[in-house]
């Protein structure tokens, strides 16, 4: 008799359980507050009982978790003379989704060799999240395998969904479940009700197919996550503009949720150019000034050096500190935008 299951897969390999890794690396107390205290905040940002303005600020992922760790030294030193205008939540992207081929992330292929050592990948993820959370800095990333919020999530502030993926019921399903507050991305085509869709859903209480602590297959019952919200990353066009944010702000009226949004000042917003995150910045800056208090947060792609570089097999020919997939800006540049965005801000609420 012939087989007619697992035809094209050629190997399994036991994952270490979520509940060992947690064992081998524990949440320390430090990091610990760091999460609870980020979340809180993040949440507070979202309901408007803190006028702070949300930054989802760091690398487009993570390739090099040392030059991760001195971006991460840099942006909480910052983080501490902004805190009282800006929340500020480190971007520490571990996946990444491709169209079709390519590196997917640091879990996924952690030696960029295509070895693709998931259990180092998910070992060293969590391990950098801890020693970021440790200095007092709160950590945000993307949520792409549904698997893998059960190794990280307790170090995770805030997460997204994004663009390819909010369409997706199992990912709708898994922010349900998720413990802190999610954003969801418009579509590639920058369509509104797809991130308005997975915002109900997600909002709602889910049955799904998952993993528990120990790695069992197990039908997950979730409460529904009640911090969900909508990032406008563009489209065919740019989606930060004025008219767009009134447009969405509508929409989610219409639908009784959360006037709450937030800008990604990257990606088509940018029209992929990465120097152009400045001026969306300036723009949604300009509008949360004039009054606008839908506009509660803001992403930048950034690293330690500008631009990117091609990815090579041969670890040797990187540079240091410069994205091997979207383009970033500079430290340079995103400490000038952070604290010229704190001074502006900081003189607003002195004159009121």
Avoid at 6 to 26: G, R, T
Avoid at 140 to 167: K, N
Wanted: aromatic share 4%; with cysteine; net charge neutral.
């Amino acid at each position: 008799m012939k087989q007619t299951y697992d035809v094209h897969v050629e190997e399994f390999i036991p994952l270490i359980s979520p509940e060992a890794l947690k064992k081998e690396l524990p949440l320390s107390e430090k990091a610990e507050k760091t999460v609870i205290a980020g979340r809180k905040a993040v949440q507070n940002v979202l309901m408007k009982k803190d006028d702070r303005l949300l930054v989802v600020v760091g690398p487009c992922s993570i390739h090099d978790e040392k030059a991760a760790l001195e971006y991460a030294q840099k942006l909480n030193a910052l983080r501490q003379k902004v805190e009282e205008t800006l929340v500020v939540v480190m971007r520490v992207y571990f996946e990444k989704p491709r169209t079709n081929v390519g590196w997917k992330g640091l879990i996924n292929d952690p030696d960029m060799d295509g070895s693709c050592d998931i259990v180092e990948g998910l070992r060293r993820a969590r391990k950098l999240l801890i020693r970021i959370n440790e200095t007092g800095l709160p950590a945000a990333t993307e949520m792409l395998d549904p698997i893998t919020p059960q190794y990280i999530a307790g170090l995770v502030s805030w997460a997204a969904i994004g663009a390819r993926t909010t369409e997706s019921q199992t990912h709708r399903e898994m922010a349900s479940g998720l413990s802190m507050p999610v954003g969801f991305k418009n579509c590639t085509d920058g369509g509104l009700s797809t991130a308005i869709n997975a915002m109900i859903a997600a909002i709602s209480p889910q049955s799904f197919l998952g993993i528990d602590p120990n790695g069992r297959s197990s039908i997950v019952k979730t409460t529904g996550n009640p911090w969900a919200h909508i990032v406008m990353r563009g489209g065919r066009r740019p989606n930060y503009d004025s008219v767009s944010i009134m447009e969405a702000v509508e929409q989610l009226r219409d639908k009784k949720l959360a006037e709450a949004i937030v800008v990604d000042c990257s990606h088509a917003n940018s029209k992929k150019q990465y120097q152009n995150q400045t001026t969306v910045w300036e723009d949604v800056l300009h509008q949360r000034m004039n009054g606008n208090d839908a506009l509660v947060g803001m992403m930048l792609e950034s690293s330690l050096h500008e631009g990117n570089q091609k990815f090579t097999k041969d670890l040797s020919e990187l540079k240091y500190g410069v994205s091997v997939t979207d383009a970033c800006i500079s430290w340079e540049t995103t400490e000038e935008l952070l604290l010229s965005a704190h001074k502006k801000m900081l003189a607003r609420h002195k004159a009121a």
